[in-house]
């Protein structure tokens, strides 16, 4: 008799996006004449650029001819594009060899499925607020306790407020595998060397591992910010960086990813080289490759053309964020993030509720943003508005803020 992994049963409903299109759905069907304004998509809205749209045709060309057609390829992905990642990393004077690279069809598959590597009895540290995956991928796993009072026993949480710049202090207790996402979706805050660097220090000398999603790592303009978790020194030792091309170059429904285990990683019984070989077995096991269509458009995101071209698409949403964050600050709207990240965290006025500040920004300025709430605990007082969308769009959203919001 089969049963089911009644770890499912403990996730928190996915109560979010259907609240928010439940109350959206309300509010359009009382007022259909008034459009609703999208501020809280995570989602690109802009084409590919030419020189990526050129790169993904050549890949479909490649299919059409017999001496260019290939069918599976290999599971760690295109050895090329492995080697042209590495040598990307190398102008930020990362070193990598392709062997620790792993191509695959996204960050989230990989910051989902990367906890399998780890024990069971692995304790698990988040920042809150969080990106749901890294969460709910370890409750599925078997590593929390049922959720209770907006929080899940046996999780360490990590919170992220405006005293420590939305950026974690260090766990007081012992953690084994420390998620942490920067530039960070949902609050925007991008972590500096030093901060990462406490972080290093901390998981080598306790033996933990870091989990680092840069996957908006190229809406950082500040040279000095780190990139990649790999420029500061000892991170080889204790981290996987899990990367995207979905930001970066409006993959999103393309689908390309990659991941870094360095051969250097160790933990408690791995020595150096086990995690990468287990990761290399993981994937090999459970993943097909990502589609080589897909790996010829990264290739051309890779070129010098198709960096300069998804910069310019990159630059356009941070000028859609900066023209979010000039209305809220001429309003008197405190707001963090949004400049070298696509997401802005807007602190409610008046101490509001995350919920009661939706719906006052619906019903008064007819705009939707995302309850701060929903990413966690210490997200209540706080909206999550997005820079991804059309310009004329962001546009009238903002216009409708500074007009219509009484705050
Ligand atoms: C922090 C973070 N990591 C990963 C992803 C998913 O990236 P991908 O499209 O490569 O799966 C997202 C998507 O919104 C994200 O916000």
């Known amino acids: 008799m089969a049963t089911i992994n009644t770890n499912f049963d403990k996730l928190a409903a996915g109560y979010l996006f259907s609240e928010i299109a439940r109350r959206t759905k309300e509010f359009a069907n009382k007022n259909p004449d008034i459009e609703i304004l999208r501020l809280g998509i995570g989602n690109t809205t802009e084409p590919l650029v030419p020189a990526v749209i050129n790169g993904l045709a050549k890949g479909v060309e490649k299919l059409s001819r017999v001496e260019t057609y290939s069918g599976y390829g ?86 992220c407020n405006e005293e420590n710049g939305f950026f974690p202090d260090l766990p007081k207790r012992k953690v084994d595998l420390i ?24 998981a080598v000398k306790t033996k933990a591992v870091i989990v680092f999603d840069a996957a908006y790592f190229a809406y950082i303009s500040d040279p000095k910010l780190p990139r990649s978790v790999y420029e500061v020194p000892g991170a080889k030792e204790c981290a996987i960086e899990i990367n995207s091309f979905s930001k970066w170059a409006g993959f999103c429904g393309v689908r390309l990813g990659w991941t870094v285990v360095p051969m250097g990683l160790v933990c408690k019984n791995s020595p150096q080289g086990k995690l990468n070989m287990l990761w290399n077995r993981r994937q090999t096991t459970m993943f097909n490759g990502a589609s080589n269509i897909a790996q010829e458009g990264g290739l051309a995101v890779l070129s010098p053309k198709g960096v300069s071209q998804s910069q310019k698409v990159v630059d356009y949403y941070m000028g859609n964020a900066r023209m979010i964050k000039k209305t809220l600050s001429k309003m008197g709207l405190k707001s963090f993030g949004g400049d070298n990240a696509p997401y802005i965290w807007l602190k409610t006025p008046g101490n509001m509720k995350s919920w009661d500040f939706f719906d006052k920004l619906l019903l008064e300025a007819h705009v939707v943003g995302i309850p701060g709430s929903g990413f966690g605990f210490s997200g209540e007082g706080y909206l999550r508005l997005s820079a991804f969308g059309h310009r004329e769009n962001i546009q009238k959203a903002v216009e409708s803020i500074y007009q219509n919001l009484k705050i």
Do not use: H, M
């Open 74 to 159: 290999d599971e760690q992905g295109n050895l090329l594009l492995r080697e042209t990642l590495g040598k990307w990393y190398q102008k930020r004077k990362v070193f990598l060899d392709p062997g620790e690279i792993f191509i695959s069809d996204g960050a989230k598959s990989d910051s989902a499925n990367i906890q399998s590597l780890f024990s069971k009895d692995s304790v698990i540290a988040v920042c809150d607020p969080v990106y749901p995956v890294y969460v709910d991928s370890n409750v599925i796993a078997g590593r929390t306790g049922e959720f209770s009072g907006g929080k899940y026993k046996g999780l360490v949480y990590l919170p």
């Open 179 to 202: 998620y942490i996402c920067s530039p960070n979706n949902p609050t925007g805050a991008v972590a500096t060397k030093k901060q990462l660097k406490n972080f290093v220090d901390f």
